[in-house]
């Protein structure tokens, strides 16, 4: 059951057709097929998430954002102090994804947990401010997503954190400290990803890190399903907003 749950899986990744005339409806085709196998399949390729959520803080009452988060499957990592916020919002664009997330918050009980369909670079919550905001590997499936990290920005409270782990490449010259990508992987990965309308970018990072105080950050690779040989790679980002100088 698992490999062909996995089999259906590849075949929306490599060979279904994605259709739509706008970023919303690109997605829920993408999606739509795929939707209940997602999290199993995707527990092997997208690595690093559980490493950052372990990294971030979860202030007593506090408001959280998961930016693109899908299923909800980030929530798990949460653990019991999953209570100790006051609201965690999953916001996404795909439906079929976003009611993964609604059943899996009613039967875990979560009551402080919305599902909210709407796009990352413009949507605000009641609240106004926040205290965290997270991208697992949703950055890099933003069209607009230097907008997306401007808005986190501003909606973070002075202090407040940024949480992203997502596929990149470096620049042919990356900054010192940074990990150096050859030829090969600053080509192949963003041509290859690109067909499901995923793109890896040399930019991001550095994006990020002006924007951002870094508080941490890990530079790595993770093997793909059944290419046992071929590794992608991956980063994961704690980074505060900080306050300005009185």
Excluded at 20 to 27: D, N
Excluded at 181 to 187: A, E, L, N, P
Aim: with cysteine.
């Amino acid at each position: 059951m698992a490999l062909l749950n996995d089999l259906k899986i590849l075949y929306h990744l490599a060979l279904s057709p994605i259709r739509g005339k706008t970023h919303a409806q690109r997605l829920e085709s993408f999606y739509a097929g795929q939707a209940e196998g997602y999290d199993d399949f995707r527990k092997a390729l997208l690595k690093g998430r559980e490493q950052l959520w372990e990294k971030l803080p979860r202030p007593e009452g506090g408001i959280w954002v998961d930016m693109g988060g899908g299923t909800g499957a980030n929530l798990e990592y949460f653990g019991d102090s999953i209570s100790k916020l006051k609201k965690i919002y999953v916001v996404d664009l795909s439906t079929s994804l976003l009611k993964m997330a609604r059943e899996r918050a009613e039967k875990n009980g979560w009551d402080n947990v919305e599902c909210v369909e709407a796009d990352a670079t413009t949507w605000v919550p009641e609240e106004g401010k926040v205290d965290t905001v997270t991208f697992s590997y949703s950055l890099t499936m933003i069209p607009d997503w230097f907008a997306a990290v401007e808005h986190a920005h501003s909606l973070l409270k002075e202090g407040g954190t940024l949480g992203v782990v997502d596929f990149y490449v470096s620049r042919k010259y990356a900054a010192e400290g940074n990990k150096q990508h050859g030829w090969s992987t600053r080509t192949f990965w963003p041509t290859w990803f690109s067909n499901d309308n995923v793109y890896p970018s040399p930019d991001h990072l550095p994006f990020i890190q002006r924007k951002f105080q870094t508080v941490s950050l890990q530079e790595d690779r993770a093997k793909v399903p059944y290419l046992p040989l071929i590794k992608t790679p991956y980063y994961t980002f704690v980074g505060k907003k900080q306050v300005p100088n009185q």
